[in-house]
């Protein structure tokens, strides 16, 4: 196992790494539904959530708000959405930590939230600025459900490994 403190090293490096897969993974998920629904992945979310307990707020906070950039360039070309959603995500899992890492049911629910809330204040602040006009019926239905459907079956399947890469042993 990796020591604690080499965490920092290569955690920047993961969540990019992540980040790419998730646009990757929301990608094929829309296509595999012909775009009828719109299902985003969130490794990245999850890895943020699994390392939480074993890296800094000033760290995890810096790092998100320098991969919300990047999304935010890499996606939808206007710098603030993804970077506020993310670092807010964040400070939040930090806010819950003792209550979400009790053990692995509370971490699958506590990702639900923080998948909710990601998707929440990302659409909220595209409403406010006018970037996007969404009806919360279509959202919840087309984007909502789908994106933690599959959320649900990425932490079944990685949440064991990257608690493990994010171990503090």
Do not use: W
């Amino acid at each position: 196992m990796i020591r604690k403190e080499n965490v920092k090293y290569y955690a920047p490096v993961v969540f990019f790494l992540l980040m790419l897969i998730d646009g990757q993974l929301t990608q094929a998920a829309i296509n595999l539904t012909d775009n009828f629904y719109f299902a985003n992945a969130h490794l990245m979310l999850l890895a943020f959530l699994m390392a939480v307990p074993n890296l800094s707020k000033r760290y995890l906070l810096i790092t998100t708000l320098v991969l919300g950039m990047v999304c935010d360039s890499y996606y939808i070309g206007i710098i603030g959405i993804y970077t506020v959603a993310l670092a807010a995500t964040v400070m939040m899992m930090y806010r819950f930590q003792r209550v979400v890492h009790t053990n692995l049911l509370t971490a699958f629910f506590g990702m639900i939230i923080f998948v909710t809330t990601y998707e929440l204040i990302a659409v909220g602040l595209q409403i406010v600025f006018h970037l996007s006009n969404v009806a919360p019926l279509l959202f919840i239905t087309k984007v909502l459900g789908p994106t933690l459907l599959f959320n649900m079956l990425i932490f079944v399947i990685f949440s064991y490994p990257l608690k493990r890469l994010f171990a503090n042993e």
